[in-house]
């Protein structure tokens, strides 16, 4: 059963602790943070190293659906993201994109994702073949393929993000291949690559993400004092995260290889 931990405190270096010390989720809210956890005992080793003055409790998760009451429309230059449940109109520049997050993460408003919209609004261009890696609700998948890419890939090896991807997908009206195979059986080149991951996860998969990246490739989920290394590029900053966008010399694009559901390993 999952548990969430509450801290009175917002420190992006205490959020980059917590990732490390084992959290699967972490929300960011204007007091506090609160962090998930697979069990009861995580999460009272990650409190028991806690600085003494932080404020903190613990309590078990609320059911997945009780995120609809508090669910808020995000909207970032040209994206308005909305939940389905929520009512919101876009201005005339804008791109509505309907986003049910579900138990995944991605539901828009976060730093790493703003950023990463942000920068997929500046390098993908009509016609461009697009990574997602670590795609979650599949939001920046769906803002790719919406700003007029015409091939987008979307991973994660977690089925459930798998689901909620092609269920977002659908309700936005685009085609995106989602799958949950792992980065290394991935062949060619796209011409933009895009990774919103904790940056432990980053470190273990940058050369796989160079290797793929025909032209740009984009990397967030850093703190704005960390850096990737191998994607050393124009830096953007939001809230304290980082977003990174290197370039390589253009090389001719090959087609991603479609494997087929048996083909498909998971960690």
């Keep these: 059963m999952t548990v969430l931990l509450s801290i009175s405190n917002t420190d992006p270096l205490l959020i980059d602790r917590l990732w490390a010390m084992g959290a699967t989720g972490v ?16 999460a009272r080793h990650a409190a028991a190293i806690l600085e003494s003055e932080l404020d903190w409790s613990i309590r078990p998760a609320p059911p997945l659906e009780s995120w609809d009451s508090y669910a808020s429309v995000t909207s970032d230059g040209q994206f308005l993201i909305r939940p ?3 009512n919101a109109m876009p201005s005339s520049d804008q ?6 997050p579900g138990p995944t993460f991605g539901h828009g408003g976060h730093p790493t994702t703003r950023l990463a919209l942000r920068a997929l609004r500046k390098h993908v261009q009509p016609g461009d073949s697009v990574l997602d890696v ?22 994660d090896i977690d089925p459930q993000a798998v689901a909620t991807a092609i ?5 936005n ?5 989602v799958s949950d195979d792992y980065l290394a059986n991935v062949v060619g ?36 004092d960390q850096t990737v290394p191998g994607t050393e590029g124009t830096r953007s900053t939001l809230d304290g995260w980082a977003l990174l966008a290197s370039s390589t010399i253009p090389r001719p694009a090959v087609e991603f290889r479609e494997q087929k559901p048996d083909q498909l390993r998971r960690r």
């Design 167 to 171: 269920s977002n997908a659908q309700r």
């Design 84 to 86: 389905p449940w929520l």
């Design 189 to 224: 080149r796209f011409d933009v690559v895009v990774a919103n991951m904790e940056r432990p996860a980053l470190l273990e998969v940058v050369h796989d993400l160079t290797r793929l990246t025909h032209r740009d490739l984009l990397v967030t989920g850093m703190l704005s």
């Design 95 to 100: 791109i509505e994109l309907l986003i049910d």
């Design 27 to 42: 929300e960011e809210q204007s007091e506090q943070i609160i962090v998930g956890f697979d069990d009861d005992s995580s």
């Design 134 to 155: 670590g795609t979650g609700s599949g939001v920046l998948a769906i803002a790719a393929a919406r700003l007029g890419a015409s091939r987008v890939v979307a991973l």
């Design 173 to 177: 009206q685009v085609e995106i291949q």
